[in-house]
């Protein structure tokens, strides 16, 4: 016998019925996206690697270390091979496209949404796969249209805690912080190299080796004991411009007068190389050590680091199996899980040993069930050669009511209909049956 096949590792199947939570997140999403004027866009599922080595950052774990990179084969012999990566998110893909079709040139904020798969060769875990989905949204535009506003900051973080409560999320935690310009960010990393070099033998050595290149990456640090001495390093509050600061002062006003919770950490510098000013996580407790629900901030040197004119712009991504795990185990909190079940189960009731009847029934069936879903019904059609008592198991699993349609109930247009929370059993002729379902 040949081996069996398994999905690759950090790859999984979605089935139903977990696929109707997927939709249903989905679904909030696109319409709470709506309300607030964004349009969806696609971009392709692989890119030339240049682009995240630009837009995303070469000295960052996700291009350094966990990209699906390979070359295409060149068509030609004059032709090169092409490098080609699996998206390991989609904010560059965004920015290729905005700069490709020139959206800036309308004058007007582009308000773009996304939601599909990503790829990052990471340690698979619960809440961390090697393909997850996102669902993210970036808003763009030209320094004229508004763009590098704190207003639209605040928005983005007002519209997401909107998004989370509609989906249902409880407790969920906004934090937030400002990482600077790239200006404010240099004086920073200087007065933190500073800052290490007497501490930084007692740290882990993943630590060490940040001090040296990204001494930012430092404050990202979990190991237990490296924590004390990460408390006394300075703070990049400190290292900030006037405009930096006036900046973060505005995102918080306007939280502030929305209502929006947030909490304050001086600590957050999320992986990506591009962000300026505003970054923040929405955490949940629920989800133990992958504890980010999603993360975002502003970009306003992006566009620009991948060869396109100056964009400001602010986004987010927020991970979707994350959702799903959040609400799954809310919902077996509440016990309130159970499947919503479909409008009917047709039971064509046949003679299993002549088989020019069962055809007839079977057919029959199928003429019913094309007339109830097609009258919008939700309806499971089932199989004339079943013993009556197969028949009601298989319905009960999965419909309200059973609909028996035996040779009695064709040749009278009058069908039995059986509903299992009641027990009642009821005649009903076919003209109405769409609708008494329906109730
Ligand atoms: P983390 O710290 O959890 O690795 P990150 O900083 O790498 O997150 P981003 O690149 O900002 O995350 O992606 C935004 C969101 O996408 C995360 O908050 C998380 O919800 C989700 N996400 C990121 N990587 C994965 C993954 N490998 N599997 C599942 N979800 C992920
Ligand atoms: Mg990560």
Not at 340 to 355: F, R
Not at 419 to 438: G, H, I
Request: aromatic share 6%.
């Amino acid at each position: 016998m040949s081996q069996t096949l398994k999905a690759v590792r950090g790859t999984r199947d979605l089935l139903p019925p977990e696929t109707e939570l997927w939709n249903r997140i989905e679904a909030t999403a696109r319409s709470v996206f709506a309300r607030y004027h964004f349009g969806e866009i696609r971009t392709p599922i692989f890119e030339d690697t240049g682009l995240f080595a630009r837009g995303v950052g070469a000295e960052t774990d996700i291009v350094s270390k966990e990209m699906y990179t390979w070359e295409d084969r060149a068509r030609a012999q004059s032709e090169k091979p092409q490098s080609l990566t699996l998206r390991p998110e989609n904010t560059a893909g965004v920015v290729r496209a905005y700069i490709e079709h020139k959206l800036g040139e309308s004058g007007q904020l582009q308000k773009l949404y996304y939601i599909g798969p990503q790829f990052r060769r990471e340690r698979p875990q619960k809440g961390r796969y090697r393909q997850f989905f996102q669902i993210g949204a970036e808003v763009i535009g030209p320094q004229s249209s508004g763009s590098e506003s704190p207003l639209r900051d605040a928005e983005v973080l007002e519209m997401l805690a909107t998004l989370l409560d509609e989906l249902g999320i409880t407790g969920w935690t906004l934090q937030i912080n400002s990482v600077g310009s790239s200006a404010d960010r240099e004086r920073y990393n200087a007065a933190l190299r500073e800052a290490l070099i007497p501490v930084k033998e007692k740290m882990c050595a993943d630590c060490q080796r940040r001090a040296e290149l990204n001494p930012l990456r430092v404050l990202d640090c979990k190991v237990p004991e490296d924590q004390p001495i990460i408390e006394t390093l300075p703070k990049i509050v400190d290292s900030l411009d006037q405009e930096s600061k006036d900046h973060f002062a505005a995102v918080i006003t306007a939280l502030d007068a929305a209502g929006v919770p947030y909490t304050r950490n001086h600590r957050l510098v999320r992986g990506l190389d591009y962000y300026t000013r505003t970054t923040f996580e929405f955490t949940h407790g629920g989800l133990g050590a992958q504890n980010a629900l999603l993360g975002g901030g502003r970009y306003d040197g992006l566009s620009e680091n991948i060869g396109g004119p100056k964009a400001p712009g602010i986004g987010f991504a927020m991970g979707l199996d994350r959702l799903v795990l959040t609400l799954q185990a809310q919902e077996a909190d509440q016990k309130s899980a159970s499947p919503q079940g479909i409008d009917g189960y047709i039971a064509p009731m046949g003679n299993a040993k002549d088989a020019e009847k069962l055809a007839a029934i079977n057919a029959a069936g199928l003429a019913l069930a094309r007339e109830l879903r097609r009258a919008g019904l939700r309806i499971e059609l089932g199989e004339g050669s079943f013993r009556l008592k197969k028949s009601f198991e298989a319905a009960d699993k999965c419909a309200r009511r059973i609909v028996i349609l035996g040779e009695d109930e064709l040749a009278s247009g009058i069908l039995t209909v059986k509903d299992f929370s009641t027990s009642v059993q009821t005649k009903v002729p076919r003209a109405e049956l769409a609708e008494f379902l329906r109730n």
